[in-house]
């Protein structure tokens, strides 16, 4: 975008500029260079006369060198970091600039970092603007969290200087500080808001980034700030108004402004999209309304698609790819919108940019047709050998959104993947690819032998040990369920032949997992087994006389044993270790075997569902948890139209009022054919699912839908269903289920229940508008989850009444208190403490959900109650842990027992919740 700035500042340029955006080509006077010689010539800083143009070109080639992922060693950094230290005697402005450049991008120890210091201290005072400037940014980079009290003066008085460089270089280094030293930048709110009325555009759009930081707790005054800069107006500063516009949708996100300041601030976002505002304008305000807005037919929205169909035909490159992004960002969401640029998205498959090509190829991935879907796969494997690796991944990825939307055309999607094994490429693309294989088979059982076969191809020719792996075990699992499946028996033997010790070890476990789920193939594998017991390799060995051992132990044993070995049971590592340390003495001094109660051990099997079920790679297109539906503002209360449903409905009148009530949570995406969201009210022994059922096909309407839940093995039993109406095009339909249990045997019933949508379609034609007839179908739907979060709700209360009540309920006789561990997936701290703090339907105690800026462990105290039944108090200490990834270990006090247990058993849910 800064790039479109600079030309239209400058004007149309000339023909020849135009030509030249695009290319490829350029000449690079270092891409010869090799660090081995920059090292030696580094000699040149220590020589007692510098040659400043001799030492200006070796700092560009180490910088070079540094941006173009060249990495030195620890005595090479500090040979080179000592040298150019000794360059600060100079004066010459081009030379202290890479200078400043050399030590930002440089790794340096930090008991190294001080020799500077003191020069970058002495040029922060300097007369010389341009050194002041770039000292300040710096000094801010390098400089340890403890030590910033002694420069923080300085900065702040210097965001005040008369010099506007100097001025952007204290901005920008409160930017960098931020991080580390949060509680000395927010002393700046009073001059960074001074610098929000300057007419520098830099400097501006500084002030803004700055100033939501030192605001973020403080949502309130920052909206006040940012609806005072909307209305002043910020023409001919694109720059800074691409920021402003950033910042409104992060505070309309937040879910925190009332009514008023919402509409306000979204008439602004629509203002941003008249023609006459910079190409970049336009892009960020339809990039942040496309996120904020969920109603598809919002005329903000078609005008929205209509501006950025225009920019797929702009000439400027970078300009039609922004367009194109958001396209493809949304196009999940509003995909009868996207259809209407398929004229233009076909033109661009064969656009010289691959980029461009790339991104128009993925939008039609998205929005194509089943019927055309063959036709259109066949036109992407023509250009994926030509496509970056990075698109070649979204593209296999995309496979997995089709597979859900065309279940039917399975086996196109399995011949695509088949045929893309043909390309060289990188672990990810192949991972890609087994993981869409593993979903199709999930999604269409039927295609388990197509699937089979490119699992097959792929453990072939594959150098990938990760990857060999996961094919190995995906044979193990669906082998026993098809007809044939000796015919797949011969690539498994071939691995314990041709692979490395972890593959063989993978492959023997196959094997015998194999045996062990089909009895007829138990003769053959068990002379494969018998070969392998002399293998070199350890774990090799080990692995097949274990298995082999399964087969001489007696029928009882045998089944509880394979359980254990083959997965469907899982050994609790901790609590064998606790066990085997209290036996220790019986281990080392009895000569006969000690043994071990396998329950003691276990782990419960609920919670290793929970844990161990892997989140989806699938990337369903959900809105943000604080979207804006593009409503008319007014003061009459709000009144929720589905709550209002279900009072129409007689057969429910004799339940009462529910004593909870769910958030709406979304089944199916609005890609499929019908879009269904459900609700649940929690009565005195019932439970009632309103499904709310929306229409997508022009050419049908749905009548008598009515869902259906499989409750076997389940405390709860079916007690009645009310089907929809007739559902016409666009409109929304409502059919309930009903569930009573018995709150003596199970106060808190929970889980994941299997469901389907049965109705009829009314073939409708919208020319004649007439009906053509009927017929009856079925609808999968995903399952539905009923949590602890349905039960319980959040309880207000301050830090030291929650301990006092802590420590109170220590008095009870009838206390519950109960403290697990478990392994949770989150990649970081920051993503766990934010799901946990909402997971269980408890509220935080004040400002206990708040993540301290590096902390590495978190403690969060939570306080719930369930109507009708109590209190209960949790602490949790969430961490992450260099070997376990993120751990949990969470404590529950409460005066009910099952209100406890809920809350425990509740996080074996947790994987499907994320």
């Excluded at 560009?60 to 060198?65: A, C, D, E």
Aim: aromatic letters at 8%; hydrophobic letters at 40%; charged letters at 25%.
């Amino acid at each position: 975008m800064i790039l479109s700035e600079k030309q239209e500042a400058k004007g149309t340029g000339s023909k020849k500029e135009e030509q030249n955006e695009d290319r490829s080509e350029y000449t690079d006077i270092y891409s010869k260079i090799k660090k081995h010689d920059v090292v030696q010539e580094a000699k040149c800083f220590h020589e007692k006369s510098v040659e400043e143009g001799k030492c200006i070109d070796l700092l560009s080639k180490i910088i070079y060198l540094a941006n173009h992922g060249e990495t030195f060693t620890e005595t090479e950094t500090t040979d080179l970091f000592f040298g150019v230290t000794k360059l600060f005697q100079s004066k010459n402005k081009e030379l202290r600039r890479l200078i400043y450049l050399f030590i930002k991008e440089m790794k340096v120890k930090e008991n190294e970092v001080f020799i500077v210091i003191s020069s970058l201290t002495k040029d922060t005072n300097s007369t010389e603007y341009s050194f002041k400037a770039n000292s300040m940014k710096v000094l801010a980079k390098i400089i340890a969290t403890e030590h910033v009290p002694t420069i923080e003066r300085f900065l702040k008085q210097a965001i005040l200087d008369k010099n506007k460089y100097v001025e952007k270089g204290a901005l920008m280094s409160g930017i960098i500080l931020f991080p580390k030293a949060s509680e000395h930048i927010r002393k700046w709110a009073s001059e960074v808001q001074e610098k929000l009325n300057s007419t520098d555009p830099q400097i501006l759009y500084l002030g803004l980034i700055l100033l939501s930081l030192i605001k973020s707790n403080d949502l309130f005054s920052l909206s006040r700030q940012i609806q005072g800069i909307a209305k002043k107006g910020l023409k001919k500063m694109p720059l800074a108004q691409c920021q402003l516009i950033r910042e409104i949708k992060k505070l309309l996100l937040s879910g925190e402004l009332d009514a008023k300041t919402q509409e306000s601030l979204l008439q602004f976002l629509e203002t941003c999209l008249a023609p006459a505002n910079p190409d970049m304008v336009i892009i960020e305000a339809s990039k942040a309304l496309c996120e904020l807005i969920t109603e598809t037919n919002s005329s903000v929205l078609t005008n929205i698609f209509c501006l950025l169909q225009i920019m797929i035909d702009s000439p400027k490159t970078i300009v039609k790819y922004a367009a194109l992004k958001i396209i493809n960002k949304i196009a999940y969401l509003h995909p009868q919108l996207a259809s209407q640029c398929v004229t233009e998205l076909e033109k661009l498959i064969s656009y010289a940019n691959k980029s461009v090509a790339s991104m128009a190829i993925s939008i039609l991935l998205k929005i194509c047709k089943e019927r055309d879907l063959e036709l259109f796969l066949g036109t992407i494997y023509q250009y994926l050998p030509e496509t970056g690796d990075e698109f070649r991944v979204d593209t296999i990825k995309a496979i997995k959104h089709l597979v859900k939307r065309y279940p039917s055309s399975h086996k196109i999607l399995v011949d695509f993947l088949k045929k893309c094994l043909k390309f060289y490429s990188t672990i990810d693309f192949k991972r890609a690819i087994i993981e869409s294989v593993q979903y199709i088979i999930q999604i269409a059982p039927a295609s388990r032998d197509d699937a089979l076969s490119v699992v097959a191809d792929l453990i072939e020719d594959c150098q990938f040990d990760s990857l060999l792996s996961k094919g190995l075990e995906i044979m193990a699992n669906e082998i026993p369920l098809v007809e044939k499946g000796d015919t797949y028996m011969r690539f498994i033997c071939n691995r314990l032949i041709l692979e490395s010790e972890r593959v063989r070890a993978s492959a023997v476990t196959t094997l015998a997992k194999i045996a062990f789920r089909k009895k007829s193939y138990q003769s053959t594998i068990k002379n494969l087994l018998m070969k392998c017991v002399v293998e070199s390799a350890d774990e090799v060995r080990d692995r097949a006389a274990l298995y082999l051992h399964l087969y001489e132990i007696e029928e009882a044993k045998k089944a509880e044993m394979s359980n254990m070995i083959f997965g469907e049971d899982t050994i609790d590592v901790n609590a064998l270790e606790s066990f085997l340390n209290a036996n220790k003495e019986q281990l080392i001094n009895q000569d006969k075997s000690l043994t071990i109660d396998l329950s003691l051990i276990k782990v419960d099997k609920a919670l290793k569902e929970g844990i161990a079920k892997k989140e989806s790679e699938l990337e369903d297109v959900k809105a943000p948890t604080a979207k804006i539906e593009e409503t008319k503002v007014s003061n009459a209360p709000k009144i929720d139209k589905h709550r209002e449903e279900l009072k129409k409905v007689t057969e429910f009148e004799s339940y009462g009022d529910p004593s909870m009530v769910s958030a709406r949570v979304i089944l199916t995406d609005s890609t499929g054919e019908y879009e269904v969201g459900i609700t649940k009210y929690i009565f005195a022994g019932v439970i009632v699912l309103q499904f709310d059922i929306k229409n997508l096909l022009n050419d049908q309407i749905l009548s008598e839908a009515k869902i259906s839940l499989d409750l076997k093995d389940t405390p709860l039993q079916f007690l009645a269903d009310v089907p929809s109406g007739k559902i016409a095009f666009g409109q929304v339909g409502y059919s309930y289920f009903s569930m009573q249990f018995d709150p003596q045997d199970c106060l808190f019933p929970t889980g994941t229940f299997k469901s389907k949508m049965n109705f009829t379609v009314i073939e409708y034609d919208a020319g004649t508008k007439s009906e053509e007839g009927s017929y009856q179908e079925e609808y999968v739907l995903p399952g539905v989850l009923i949590t602890a979060k349905d039960y319980i709700q959040g309880v207000p209360m301050k830090v030291k009444d929650f301990n006092a009540l802590w420590e109170s309920y220590k008095k009870e006789k009838e206390l519950f208190e109960k403290s697990q561990n478990y392994q949770i997936e989150y990649k970081n701290l920051a993503d766990a403490v934010s799901s946990l703090s909402k997971f269980f339907g408890m509220m935080p105690v004040e400002g206990t959900d708040k993540l301290e800026l590096g902390s590495a462990l978190h403690q969060m105290m939570l306080v719930g109650e369930a109507p009708g039944v109590g209190q209960a108090l949790s602490v949790m200490k969430i961490k992450m842990d260099a070997k376990y990834g993120c751990v949990l270990s969470i404590v529950v006090r409460t005066k009910n027992t099952p209100l406890g247990e809920l809350v425990l058993s509740s996080i074996s849910q947790l994987s499907y919740i994320k």
